[in-house]
């Protein structure tokens, strides 16, 4: 029998970007359901907590919206509770009081009848720009709770899953047509973002992460072009990555280009806000890929995870001391 939990530890932390990979999400349930061993095996310490982008009670109302239904006065509207808020032991209280079942061991995005509460995990480490929302989770949740209250539903009578199958659907549109087009339309509108700049010389960073690698720049090495997102179009983007990565890609983001040697760098501002990062550290980890290429073995093509990780330490290490530290990578 299928309970609201199971649903949600079902599909805990897998949101796909585009509404075609539903399928393939439902078919692949073995996958799914060890997804939530996979986050309980992480490292206990919480990341950041993300910011919502939009506020909840438009979410209330696209997803009202969409499954064609008015908001009445007279039914209560959850409380939407988040983990870096209320914590998990709170949680863990609510859940058993709920089903009466033994909780699980982290906060999941979850709605509670009975308690008439939503909870949702915000650490900043289960959400991707470009493929993974907070916003959208709320949305999800806000779709069973329609379900409940104003049709009826019961997920416990529900053995196809259509109400989950409902939800993630509903909740890709919003994701397709809210986050990723970015539509004003008076839906949920959202006040332009500050771009985001370097606080840092690029030419520092560059050194300085060239200086951690143990490479020494060299005079007749051409140095990346750096392409702003806001000043790059989407074909441009393209013709930068195009037989480096399969598939096309929807959205600019962060990149080192071999073939041209050109860096794209998101310079939205509410990025780097909702990750509590910094679009220097960002330039830091395109420049390994850069070092990587030009003063290593690395050619087209040929970066693996081992290349990738090394791009992360990098910048870690980078945000650490020069983020979070009042570092200067130009000494």
Request: aromatic share 10%; hydrophobic share 35%.
């Amino acid at each position: 029998m299928k309970t609201p939990l199971a649903a949600a530890l079902l599909l805990l932390g897998l949101q796909p970007a585009l509404a075609g990979d539903f399928d393939a999400l439902v078919a692949a349930s073995s996958e799914l359901k060890s997804s939530l061993s996979a986050f309980q095996a992480r490292s206990p310490k919480a990341s950041p907590p993300v910011r919502l982008q939009y506020e909840e009670q438009c979410m209330l109302r696209v997803a009202a919206d969409y499954m064609g239904l008015r908001l009445r006065p007279d039914i209560r509207v959850p409380t939407v509770r988040y983990a870096s808020e209320y914590g998990l032991e709170a949680f863990q209280r609510a859940v058993k009081d709920e089903y009466g079942a033994e909780p699980p061991s982290a906060v999941i995005n979850l709605y509670l009848p009975k308690a008439e509460e939503i909870w949702i995990n915000d650490e900043s480490r289960l959400y991707t720009p470009g493929k993974r929302y907070m916003d959208a989770s709320v949305l999800h949740e806000y779709v069973h709770f329609l379900q409940y209250q104003y049709r009826g539903d019961r997920m416990e009578n529900d053995p196809s899953d259509s109400l989950e199958s409902e939800a993630v659907k509903l909740q890709f549109r919003f994701i397709d047509e809210q986050i990723h087009s970015g539509s004003q339309g008076g839906v949920c509108p959202v006040p332009p973002a500050p771009l985001a700049r370097p606080k840092h010389p690029q030419a520092c960073i560059l050194k300085a992460v060239a200086g951690y690698m143990g490479k020494e720049l060299r005079p007749g090495v051409p140095l990346p072009e750096v392409r702003l997102a806001s000043e790059t179009t989407l074909a441009e983007f393209h013709d930068s990555v195009e037989g480096q990565w399969e598939g096309a890609q929807r959205h600019i983001t962060n990149v080192y280009s071999v073939r041209r040697n050109r860096i794209h760098l998101l310079d939205e501002g509410l990025y780097y806000q909702r990750l509590n990062r910094a679009i220097d550290d960002s330039l830091a980890h395109e420049y390994v890929h850069y070092v990587q290429h030009r003063y290593g073995a690395y050619g087209e093509g040929q970066f693996d995870d081992s290349a990738e990780m090394q791009a992360i330490d990098v910048q870690t290490w980078f945000r650490d001391e020069f983020i979070r530290k009042p570092g200067d990578p130009c000494r």
